[in-house]
């Protein structure tokens, strides 16, 4: 140990800002934390030693801004920076700005980044280290007729996966030559689209999500903590880990662990990563990706490794030798919460946290980082908490009922804004029961859409706005649609929506188009077809895209414009 990690910039925020200052401090070292407004009373920014402000509203502004945080790395006077993990923890451009800055980085270095941070140049990485990829081209494909021969070769159905993808964005499963031949046309590159940014897979429809927690460190040492499995999952992200993945053969451990190996050793890695793989029922090990840096469940690893995981990372950047991983004892789930709305198709929710009892008992950790009376807001996404419930030693059967929401009692007070309702001479935020949230006033809805078509003339907070039954509909529609906008990127480039019409809803997007879609359509299906078709369209043309028809797009050029 050089013991040169005297102050440490967690770049972060959440249960794991809070899981990060809390070993720091054990080690002895002196900790700073970054927050945004809405996390000015966090459980982690009470317990840093210092903690500065992040000014802005959103991601970009505020825990995504690099030159801001390389600013209070100086003023602060920290000598390194954890990331965490989401957020700066992969991008190489921070990583190197902290080195730069002369501060350590918990983390690879940046060219190790580079090389594992694009899918296409990860495959590659994979294949020159003798690891095997879930059979593709690791390259753009630009033609057609590749796109079919790989087709017809390797079998329907197979992905089309944008090299920046990630937590499930950026996959089409294509499952006959019609839907190759279509995607092939939204995207193709000659035509303005962005099919360079797509290359294909086989699609593996039963296997395993398997990973291996690992370490390495400057002197080459390596080893595997333990291993998981992810498979549990929806919408391509993970609800249930469990640590060390069961019922996998002997050589299939050994796979992995040569595997995940041979990865680390190919770019030099130093520090902390998962390697994730998939298991097929015929013993098949394919490649997928390696995530350079902590993983929200890294804590079921811990809790069969017995070791410290954050500790390690920071021995390691500090120069250390890694902790040589025991044998697994126990098995141990994690259960992930979140604030998540059932009703809403499963939207992020905000609101106050009203009330929250942790269950108890023999095996039991939480990992949180809100507490009672607490403020979510949607800025700050899905996640809460991780409840990790560990058994030993594991046998036949392992019941985590004590850890499931029969022990858990989470009262919310939903205060979900919706839309920005014009209405007199001022604008309202309102939620899905039609409760008025906030009141602003004109100038201040930047990012969110005006919404005709509903009632809101009521101006004070906390009351209900008249809300008839045909309006109940358009309001629960109004409520999926800005969930669909937020998963395809859309929120402010939508300017206004009218919900007048029972039957169709128009909205005005990019300023440049009238957009209609049926108010019982599938919004993330429809805005996926809108998504393509503008990526098609030239910067100056405007019109009407019409997307009332079954699985047919219309656009209607408007010839009087500029």
């Known amino acids: 140990m050089g013991n040169i990690v005297k102050k440490i910039l967690v770049a972060n925020r959440g249960e794991i800002a809070l899981r990060v200052v809390r070993t720091a401090r054990e080690m002895g070292i002196s900790t700073v934390a970054v927050y945004s407004e809405q996390d000015r009373n966090a459980q982690y920014v009470q317990l840093a030693d210092e903690s500065y402000l992040l000014s802005g509203d959103t991601y970009a502004s505020t825990y995504l801004n690099e030159d801001l945080l390389i600013g209070i790395l100086h003023r602060s006077g920290a000598n390194a920076v954890h990331p965490g993990y989401g957020f700066l923890s992969e991008v190489p451009s921070f990583a190197d700005k902290v080195e730069k800055a002369g501060a350590i980085w918990v983390g690879p270095h940046p060219q190790a980044l580079i090389d594992l941070g694009d899918k296409i140049t990860a495959r590659r990485v994979a294949k020159s280290a003798q690891v095997p990829p879930v059979p593709g081209i690791s390259e753009p494909v630009r033609e057609l007729r590749t796109l079919l ?61 398997v990973e291996t927690q690992c370490g390495r460190d400057r002197f080459g040492d390596f080893t595997v903590y333990s291993t998981r499995d992810c498979s549990v999952q929806r919408r391509n992200q993970k609800l249930v880990e469990e640590a060390p993945a069961p019922f996998l053969p002997d050589e299939v451990i050994n796979q992995l662990e040569t595997y995940s190996r041979s990865l680390f050793n190919k770019v030099d890695y130093i520090g902390l990563g998962t390697c994730e793989f998939m ?34 990372q920071i021995d390691i950047a500090d120069g250390g030798h890694l902790t040589p991983a025991p044998a ?48 979510l807001f949607l800025i700050n996404r899905a996640g809460t908490a991780q409840k990790i419930y560990t058994a030993l030693p594991y046998v036949d059967d392992v ?108 909205m005005d997007y990019d300023g440049r188009f009238t957009v209609r879609i049926p108010m019982s359509a599938d919004f993330s299906r429809k805005l996926r077809a809108l998504d393509a078709v503008m990526q098609e369209l030239q910067p100056n043309e405007s019109g009407t895209i019409d997307l009332t028809r079954e699985d047919e797009v219309r656009v209607i050029p408007d010839y009087g414009g500029n």
Not at 338 to 353: F, I, R, V
């Open 399 to 506: 019941s985590i009922r004590p850890a499931l929401p029969d022990g858990l009692v989470i009262h919310i007070t939903e205060r979900i804004p919706t839309a920005v309702i014009q209405g007199g001479e001022g604008w309202w935020i309102i939620d899905k029961k039609g409760m008025i949230v906030e009141a602003v006033s004109s100038g201040t809805q930047e990012g969110l859409a005006r919404v005709t078509g509903l009632t809101a003339l009521l101006p004070a907070v906390g009351t209900k706005v008249a809300v008839e039954d045909a309006e109940t509909f358009r309001l629960e529609s109004l409520l999926e649609l800005l969930a669909a906008m937020e998963e395809w990127n859309m929120v402010g480039k939508v300017s206004e929506i009218d919900l007048s019409s029972s039957a169709n809803l128009q």
């Open 149 to 209: 021969d790989f087709s017809h070769t390797y079998g329907y159905p197979v992905m089309m996966k944008r090299t920046d993808g990630g937590g499930g964005r950026g996959i089409t499963v294509v499952h006959d030559d019609d839907e190759m031949r279509r995607f092939y046309m939204n995207h193709d590159a000659m035509q303005g689209g962005d099919l360079d940014e797509y290359f294909i897979e086989k699609f593996i429809d039963k296997a395993r999500h």
């Open 279 to 312: 298991v097929t029922p015929h013993r098949k090990v394919y490649f997928l990706e390696v995530n350079p840096r902590l993983q929200v469940e890294h804590t079921v690893s811990e809790e069969v490794c017995g070791l410290d995981l954050v500790r390690e």
């Open 328 to 375: 697994p004892r126990g098995h141990s789930f994690e259960l992930r919460i979140t604030s998540e709305d059932p009703a809403t198709n499963l939207t992020p929710s905000s609101g106050t946290l009203e009330r929250i009892v942790w269950p108890s008992g023999p095996g039991l950790r939480i990992d949180t980082g809100v507490e009672q009376g607490d403020n």
